[in-house]
């Protein structure tokens, strides 16, 4: 899991050398009964430190960390408790893995160098200043180079109660599809500013540290609407099958299935399964399907360069093949033409 996290240098919030104190080995602090906020910041040239670090803070694996033209420079600051962290991470050298969010939800954005990590099967590329929405529940890969990377860091429950959902069937889901515009990453940097003094001095208030992660809290809520779970039909056990179904539709999407391919993989029927997706979700397994690869392709053109990347590059890597009817079944879910997805600009 993630360790309890820190702040932004991009907001001029680097914790102070009284704020700080260095360990070779991160740990979980302990708490105190007022939930003072944990504090920790530990750097070095190392480049066998540095793996160790980051592997460690961050439940990773497969970690390579390779050294650049320029000397070699790693940081990991944090401060938060158990319900909002901020933290950030600098690294002057070339880092790949494995890493895992656990039971957080973690939204990074890239102040320098360049980087990617990967989500729903597809390549997300860091861009500088704009929230991205780490996979939450789940590992992924990453690929940063002479990266600093600001995160904020809120527990997935603390979240759930906070958009009132709490107990909700199926639990909280994140729309990570969503990408920020301009007027989000303004409303998001305003957020931060308000409740980073709070957060960041060990000395304010009970109240005003509360008042700031639920702020936080708030604008991540507004940056990555929340959704709701599986229809509470689908986790009944008489409908085991329907639910596996929809399961792997998503993990396989960007695969050459077929519904042939879905009722083999679940142990149904075409036709059974045909009728359980018409009376639990009023569509088919092929619709269903079909709407998946459709919010693939629109998460892909959102993030894209217009100026390398084509609507029909992209619907064609996702099987659509016939340019003019996927524009019209895209236009039909989405409500705008892929082009002008594609023009999106944050």
Known sequence: MFGRGEFAFAFGLGLREDQCRTTPV????????????????VSGSSLGEARAVFESGYDGSEFRVEPLSMPTEYRYSSIG??????????????????????????VSWLTSGSGMFRAAGADVSAVQGRPNLYPVGERFGFHYVDSSISLVQVDAGFLARLAGVEGAVGGLGFNADAVPDVDDVRRWNLALRSAAPALLDASAPDLARTEGRMLIAAAVLRLFPPTVGMPAALLLPKNVRVRAAVEYIHANADLPITVIDVAEAVGASVRALQSAFQRHLESTPNTYLRNVRLDRVRALLLRADPAVASVAGIASAWGFLHLGRFAATYTQRVGEKPSATLRHTW
């Open 81 to 106: 408790d158990d319900g909002v962290s901020l933290r950030s991470t600098v690294l002057r050298a070339d880092g790949r893995g494995t890493i895992s969010t656990g039971g957080d939800v973690v």
């Open 26 to 41: 991160i740990s979980r602090l302990e708490r105190t009964v007022e939930q003072q906020p944990d504090r920790f910041d």
